[in-house]
């Protein structure tokens, strides 16, 4: 099911539509009320069909991962396809054992009964995508949801328009169209849909959003999980290999044109390191997009021209290493470095979310965890060091939603490992058999003979013959 709202902008709206949304999210529900979604086998046909989906309409995927931000085919595949594949293949795997009931401990007074945790699916879910990695951020918690047995309503980002038509095109050619429908449209469908009650909602992007998002669901007492960002930082040790580290931190900042919420968004290091980071970094920049970034395929662009202007707002007045030019008639940014900045600038202020790297000087580890801990919590944070205590105590002393160290962003592959923020940069989590436990209510179960009353008969009132002498 797909309703048609409104265009990228969010201004117009198609008339009807709001009315729809309500008749959608009731049909959702019917669907789920019947019990289609509880057998194992109906589960695994739709993240099959979901898997087909991926597949056959790879070509189509990568196409609207090109006209919204400007990837290349190899991208889009690497980049988002992939994970999502990896992750419903996950998922078709591992679900037969996810479904089991799980055994859980018994008190001395147990021991004849059955205790076990049984997850069931909590209802209509509402997912709620963002345009920066606009398929895989959609279809993941759509694997999950489905996993668990949910109904669902994705409700694509209008920012990313084409990969919003897309899903509403594709999604319900393959799917169950009751019980996993489409909402495209901007602000008021938005608002309009959250006037719903759902089950639970997913939602990734900014924080004030999820703000907006928290709000609203707290008139039913809906249980959200919130995937929003913040300033990851990315703590860089003298002790360290510094080609391979900027390498990998590069590869990592202007991966998307740096719109990807775990990338690293500054870096802390030495003064006395500041200017070999810098070369080793634009060196970096040089072999992968050459002399200049915005003829190479692999570089990407800015989602639009009101995110241009912000991202390069954050420029002016810094002092530029490498890049810091654009051109607003093709969204382009150049990669750009900034050195010796300072803490209070507007580029510190806020998440960056484009190829702006900031490097503030510390002149210690215990300055640079200072520095962490006195910002709001990220969603992620990078460490690279040759000494393994360096890592054990910026992990000790420090709170983030992930860490990677002497890499970046490669912790979200994992599926065993949750993929959540903490604090500001979010709550809950997701990926692999977290996402499945996301969706489910972990339901506590204790199952008991009629037989054999006599041992709780101790329990049953008058207590005062029971009562002993002290």
Known sequence: MFIPGAPATGISCVKGTMSKISEVVQRARAAFNSGKTRPL?????????????????EKDIAGALAADLHRNEWNAYHEEIVYSL???????????????DEPTEKTPQTQQDECYIHSEPLGVALVIGTWNYPFTLTIQPLVGAIAAGNAVIIKPSEVSENMANLLATIIPQYLDKDLYAVINGGVPETTE?????????LYTGSTGVGKIIMTAAAKHLTPVTLELGGKSPCYVDKDCDLDVACRRI????????????????????DPSIQNQVVEKLKKSV?????????KSRDYGRIVSSRHFQRVMGLIEGQKVACGGTGDAATRYIAPTILTDVDPQSPVMQEEIFGPI???????????????????????????????????????????SGGVTANDVIIHLS??????????????????GKHSFDTFSHRRACLVRSLVKDDPFKGRYPPSVAKMTRH
């Open 193 to 201: 849909l959250l006037k719903e009650r759902f089950d639970y909602i």
């Open 41 to 57: 086998q109906f589960r695994i046909q739709q993240l099959e069909a979901l898997r087909r989906m991926i597949k056959e309409r």
């Open 286 to 294: 040089k072999d992968f997009y050459g002399e200049d970034a915005k």
């Open 86 to 100: 990896e992750d419903v293949e996950y998922a078709i795997k591992n679900l037969p054992k996810w479904v089991m």
């Open 414 to 431: 994992v599926h065993s490992l949750p993929f959540g923020g903490v604090g500001n940069s979010g709550m809950g989590s997701y990926h």
């Open 250 to 269: 590069a590869w990592g900042k202007f991966m998307n044109a740096g719109q990807t919420c775990v990338a690293p968004d500054y870096i802390l290091c």
């Open 357 to 399: 790297m900031p490097i503030v000087c510390v002149r210690s580890l215990e300055e640079a965890i200072q520095f962490i801990n006195q910002r709001e919590k990220p969603l992620a944070l990078y460490v690279f060091s040759q000494n393994d205590k360096v890592i054990k105590k910026m992990i000790a002393e420090t709170s």
